[in-house]
């Protein structure tokens, strides 16, 4: 068999570690294709080294293992459009997608506020931080809320437009969202949909990405026989956010974590590799006959370390309020582009 995986920011410990497991549990005979993506050409290459890399050293693929890859950037529907008109050209299906890349518009870290809450509560301070600062009201090029795009309309946007035919023309096909523990309801305000006054975007952003979730599965299979699952890979070792870190602020961080998983906590997997392991169960193990796509399923570890699944309740309320949302924004933006179909070219000159 041949199968397709395409990994949305796959340059990212999470990303990497959902493509070495996939080189890992992908039947070792099946040939397998990794298209990665990016918003730079030089990431996208050393996503691939290091991926080549890893068949190399552990896995050792016996089927052909090939590469390619798209540059897009969520937070702009030409980039978008151009990467779907890319995919179109040069596959002829793809079985598995993983929305993996988000980002947040951080300014910072409010290290008082930091330094309250970790002696107060280490556990709860490293499992919901509120210390974190965003900055508020950042629009993207497109006039939208820029983490409202980057990460849930433009990547809705591009499961759409791949739905047919690409995804449709694989026997099985799975979308899976990575979303986050971190997207309680009060995280979210329905008179704030593009999250533009909202000093917590990043965490409202996975809020919507849950309910966007519960309001488009079944649509997706009953038209295209998509099988759509909801993820969290808990809390891990983000590459993004080294830059806010010094030696001594990162290793009291990870020495944070590692005590938060002493003291009970199952979400602290501090490895990208445990961090991806129930992405990788709902690719290639969920079958929703015995497990629900109204749940969400997160990666999970024990005290010390050993991973598990653990599969929570997600809240409904809004859901149909973000699916009318988010079709009224999908045709405005379908008008908008529908000239600029035809060809790349024209669509980079015209961005
Ligand atoms: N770290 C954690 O503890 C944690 C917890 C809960 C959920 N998560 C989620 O897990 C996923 C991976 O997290 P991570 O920490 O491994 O990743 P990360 O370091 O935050 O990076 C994710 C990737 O997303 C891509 N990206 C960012 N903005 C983009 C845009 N506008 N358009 C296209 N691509 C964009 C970047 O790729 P390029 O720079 O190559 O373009 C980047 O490599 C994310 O969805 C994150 O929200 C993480």
Same mark, same amino acid.
């Given at each position: 068999?041949?199968?397709?995986?395409?990994?949305?920011?796959?340059?990212?410990?999470?990303?990497?570690?959902?493509?070495?497991?996939?080189?890992?549990?992908?039947?070792?005979?099946?040939?397998?294709?990794?298209?990665?993506?990016?918003?730079?050409?030089?990431?996208?290459?050393?996503?691939?080294? =290091?991926?080549?890399?890893?068949?190399?050293?552990?896995?050792?693929?016996?089927?052909?293992?090939?590469?390619?890859?798209?540059?897009?950037?969520?937070?702009?529907?030409?980039?978008?459009?151009?990467?779907?008109?890319?995919?179109?050209?040069?596959?002829?299906?793809?079985?598995?997608?993983?929305?993996?890349?988000?980002?947040?518009?951080?300014?910072?870290?409010?290290?008082?506020?930091?330094?309250?809450?970790?002696?107060?509560?280490?556990? =709860?301070?490293?499992?919901?931080?509120?210390?974190?600062?965003?900055?508020?009201?950042?629009?993207?090029?497109?006039?939208?809320?820029?983490?409202?795009?980057?990460?849930?309309?433009?990547?809705?946007?591009?499961?759409?437009?791949?739905?047919?035919?690409?995804?449709? =023309?694989?026997?099985?096909?799975?979308?899976? %969202?990575?979303?986050?523990?971190?997207?309680?309801?009060?995280?979210?305000?329905?008179?704030?949909?593009?999250?533009?006054?909202?000093?917590?975007?990043?965490?409202?952003?996975?809020?919507?990405?849950?309910?966007?979730?519960?309001?488009?599965?079944?649509?997706?299979?009953?038209?295209?026989?998509?099988?759509?699952?909801?993820?969290?890979?808990?809390?891990?070792?983000?590459?993004?956010?080294?830059?806010?870190?010094?030696?001594?602020?990162?290793?009291?961080?990870?020495?944070?974590?590692?005590?938060?998983?002493?003291?009970?906590?199952? %979400?602290?997997?501090?490895?990208? %590799?445990?961090?991806?392991?129930?992405?990788?169960?709902?690719?290639?193990?969920?079958?929703?006959?015995?497990?629900?796509?109204?749940?969400?399923?997160?990666?999970?570890?024990?005290?010390?370390?050993?991973?598990?699944?653990?599969?929570?309740?997600?809240?409904?309320?809004?859901?149909?309020?973000?699916?009318?949302?988010?079709?009224?924004?999908?045709?405005? %933006?379908?008008?908008?582009?529908?000239?600029?179909?035809?060809?790349?070219? =024209?669509?980079?000159?015209?961005?």
């Amino acid at each position: 068999m041949h199968l397709s995986a395409l990994i949305t920011g796959t340059n990212s410990n999470l990303g990497l570690n959902i493509a070495y497991r996939l080189l890992e549990e992908v039947p070792t005979g099946d040939k397998l294709t990794i298209i990665v993506t990016s918003r730079t050409l030089p990431k996208a290459r050393e996503a691939i080294d =290091k991926i080549k890399e890893y068949n190399e050293k552990h896995a050792h693929r016996e089927g052909i293992l090939s590469f390619d890859y798209i540059l897009v950037d969520f937070s702009n529907m030409v980039s978008i459009l151009g990467a779907v008109y890319e995919l179109k050209k040069s596959h002829e299906k793809i079985d598995y997608l993983f929305i993996n890349a988000a980002q947040g518009v951080y300014a910072g870290i409010d290290w008082i506020q930091a330094t309250k809450e970790v002696l107060a509560n280490p556990v =709860k301070a490293s499992t919901f931080p509120t210390y974190k600062i965003q900055r508020v009201g950042v629009k993207s090029r497109d006039g939208l809320g820029l983490v409202f795009q980057a990460n849930v309309f433009g990547p809705y946007y591009f499961v759409q437009q791949l739905a047919e035919p690409l995804l449709s =023309k694989s026997p099985s096909p799975k979308v899976v %969202w990575i979303s986050s523990i971190m997207s309680k309801p009060s995280y979210l305000s329905f008179a704030d949909l593009q999250l533009l006054q909202s000093d917590i975007s990043y965490e409202g952003s996975k809020r919507l990405v849950d309910l966007l979730h519960l309001a488009t599965y079944k649509d997706l299979h009953t038209k295209y026989g998509i099988t759509q699952y909801l993820t969290h890979p808990g809390i891990f070792t983000s590459f993004s956010f080294f830059q806010y870190l010094n030696p001594f602020t990162f290793y009291g961080m990870l020495l944070m974590f590692y005590v938060a998983r002493l003291f009970g906590s199952p %979400w602290h997997n501090i490895s990208g %590799w445990t961090a991806a392991n129930a992405p990788l169960f709902a690719c290639l193990k969920a079958h929703p006959a015995h497990d629900s796509q109204e749940k969400k399923y997160g990666s999970a570890c024990s005290y010390n370390g050993k991973e598990y699944l653990k599969v929570t309740d997600v809240d409904p309320s809004g859901k149909a309020d973000v699916a009318k949302y988010f079709q009224d924004l999908k045709l405005q %933006w379908d008008d908008r582009l529908k000239d600029q179909i035809s060809d790349t070219r =024209k669509i980079y000159a015209d961005s």
